[in-house]
């Protein structure tokens, strides 16, 4: 299957799940070619955005491991073809 390069975006408005994104991110590590955070003290919301190059299987289901944990919503944009 053809890899494709592509963005996911985390909106985190439970800080408890934290050990839970980052078990799961780790397990994804050779998918993930950056990853960029920026926990807000002031706002009840933490926001994760990852750059990604995978197939789109394995793309998808990183997406939605995280975006069925409790408190966290996920969406991926990803290139036509890479």
Known sequence: ??????????LVSDRSQAAE???????????ILCRQGLPFRD??????????????????ALTGRLGRLAGVESKAVLTRSA
Not at 1 to 10: A, Q, S, V, Y
Not at 22 to 29: D, E, F, K, P, W
Not at 43 to 55: D, M
């Open 1 to 10: 299957m053809e890899k494709r390069i592509g963005t996911i975006t985390l």
């Open 21 to 31: 994104i980052n078990q799961i991110l780790s397990a994804c590590g050779d998918i």
């Open 43 to 60: 706002r009840p919301v933490a926001v994760i955005v990852l750059i990604v190059e995978g197939t789109s299987d394995r793309i998808n």
